[in-house]
T-cell receptor
Framework: DGGITQSPKYLFRKEGQNVTLSCEQN?????MYWYRQDPGQGLRLIYY???????QKGDIAEGYSVSREKKESFPLTVTSAQKNPTAFYLC?????????????FGPGTRLTVT | GENVEQHPSTLSVQEGDSAVIKCTYS??????FPWYKQELGKGPQLIID???NVGEKKDQRIAVTLNKTAKHFSLHITETQPEDSAVYFC????????????WGAGTKLIIKP
């Protein structure tokens, strides 16, 4: 089956630790995205990548970092500099980096930092 | 920058009735408006979209209307069924921001049996 996988589904970390969220896609999509979802708010873009070895900051990139070394993979690191990291994180991909086409989402990772 | 407001935040309708969710946007340059459905424990999934050169689009029980003058667009679901229960998100994007999406806050739709 083609799709996007995110692991793990739930992640717990202590404050001050960096944590990396996994996102893998086998759809052969060029573009990949990371969103943050908080209760009562819409999805907010953290980072996006339109092509391998290139990525751009979204609206809330502070305290996060990404890499895009392979077309299939777009891991997100939540650093200790992120002041409020507890949230639901969604990864998505699309055929190309133009936002006016369908984005395919993974099932998400719920991160809790205490 | 673009801002998208979505109403209501929660909508409860009787099975078989219609449901309408409304979104307004602030940037008149926005030209693409998708609607996504998020079921419990899953990521959002595109259900319908509309571009600014079209006023209405239908797909079976789902329709979207766009009023460019008033800068609002709406999702209409007719003959609602239990499987329509989910959170629905609207979004808007504009070409000069590389079409990156600005999302509404979401509407939790509850279908009562």
């Amino acid at each position: 089956d083609g799709g996007i996988t995110q692991s793990p589904k739930y992640l717990f970390r202590k404050e001050g630790q960096n944590v990396t969220l996994s996102c893998e896609q086998n759809l052969n999509h060029d573009a990949m995205y990371w969103y943050r979802q908080d209760p009562g708010q819409g999805l907010r873009l953290i980072y996006y990548s339109q092509i391998v070895n290139d990525f751009q900051k979204g609206d809330i990139a502070e305290g996060y970092s990404v890499s895009r070394e392979k077309k299939e993979s777009f891991p997100l690191t939540v650093t200790s500099a992120q002041k409020n990291p507890t949230a639901f994180y969604l990864c998505a991909s699309s055929i190309a980096g133009s936002g006016d086409i369908e984005q395919y989402f993974g099932p998400g990772t719920r991160l809790t930092v205490t | 920058g673009e801002n998208v407001e979505q109403h209501p935040s929660t909508l409860s309708v009787q099975e078989g009735d219609s449901a309408v969710i409304k979104c307004t946007y602030s940037d008149s340059a926005s030209n693409y408006f998708p609607w996504y459905k998020q079921e419990l424990g899953k990521g959002p999934q595109l259900i319908i979209d509309i571009r600014s050169n079209v006023g209405e689009k239908k797909d079976q029980r789902i329709a979207v209307t766009l009023n460019k003058t008033a800068k609002h667009f709406s999702l209409h679901i007719t003959e609602t069924q239990p499987e329509d229960s989910a959170v629905y998100f609207c979004a808007a994007s504009r070409m000069d921001s590389n079409y990156q999406l600005i999302w509404g806050a979401g509407t939790k739709l509850i279908i009562k049996p």
